[in-house]
């Protein structure tokens, strides 16, 4: 019998304030939910704007307590009520001055199972991320869900394979790229997620936000996308708001990788020169 999972990605604008845009994500998640979604997940910083385009400490506002803040508990009521997992990235506060980019994953009956913290933080033009995040120290957890083992990748991490491979290696099926991102990136959207699925034989749903933020000349491209074990593109949005529904047979997995056997022939051994600074 197949394992098939329906899965779904919400790109959306971002709104102020956090009630507003958190009460838009649960109206597509229940959009989500009619289309026999069982796991869905949010943007990159769902709660909001793109904030990180200037440097405000006003914004440390928006960081909440995970699990234990308003927003994770309102997406726990919803999972439950909804029989669906949630992938819910936040501006989390551990503690003052302690502040990540994170994501919440719930399981289908409303239980959490944990977080992760994005590893690699920008820092450019657009991006000002190192102002508002400290580098995540989880490392790379993977989930064991109603619907499967995912793993969560968030935004810039997606240039990085190390910690790509290290899901796969602690056995995610499916992998969750959250994201907001504009401009050049554009030419690496469609290859980079699409790469990590062929090396890794995983699943991958990436997901960006559409609209502007705090700066009205840069957009935010949407396109987010599901794609299989070989890269192909299974479900893709364009730049508009959009509920994405793709259905995941994780059956392939394996056949995946009986057909590119890259965790046989990995060499761990020779890798050591990769992890010195």
């Known amino acids: 019998m197949s394992r098939i999972v329906r899965a779904a990605l919400i790109q959306t604008e971002g709104l102020t304030p956090v009630e507003k845009m958190v009460e838009r994500q649960i109206a597509l998640i229940h959009q989500a939910a009619e289309q026999g979604a069982q796991i869905t997940c949010l943007q990159e910083l769902a709660t909001g704007p793109y904030f990180c385009q200037e440097e405000d400490k006003r914004w440390y506002g928006l960081a909440e307590p995970v699990p234990d803040g308003p927003t994770v508990q309102r997406m726990q009521e919803v999972a439950a009520e909804t029989g669906m997992v949630l992938i819910v990235p936040v501006y989390e506060i551990e503690s003052p001055g302690f502040l990540y980019n994170c994501a919440a994953v719930i399981d289908s009956d409303g239980s959490y199972l944990g977080k992760y913290r994005k590893t690699h933080i920008p820092h450019s033009d657009n991006f000002l991320e190192k102002y508002y995040f400290r580098p995540g120290n989880l490392g790379y957890p993977t989930f064991d869900t109603s619907v499967g083992r995912i793993g969560v990748y968030i935004c810039y991490d997606r240039h990085f394979p190390e910690g790509a491979r290290a899901l796969g290696l602690n056995g995610a099926e499916i992998v969750f790229i959250p994201s907001a991102t504009a401009g050049h990136s554009r030419v690496l959207w469609d290859v980079e997620q699409r790469f990590h699925a062929i090396a890794n034989g995983y699943f991958v749903g990436t997901i ?38 793709a259905d995941l047979d994780l059956d392939q997995l394996s056949e995946a990788r009986a057909e590119w056997p890259f965790y046989r022939d990995r060499r761990p051994d020779m890798y050591e020169p990769l992890v010195k600074p």
């Open 208 to 245: 960006n936000r559409v609209g502007t933020a705090l700066k009205p000349d840069v957009h935010f491209y949407g396109h987010s996308y599901f794609c299989n074990p070989s890269g192909e593109v299974l479900a893709q949005a364009d730049d508009q708001e959009a509920v994405i529904v």
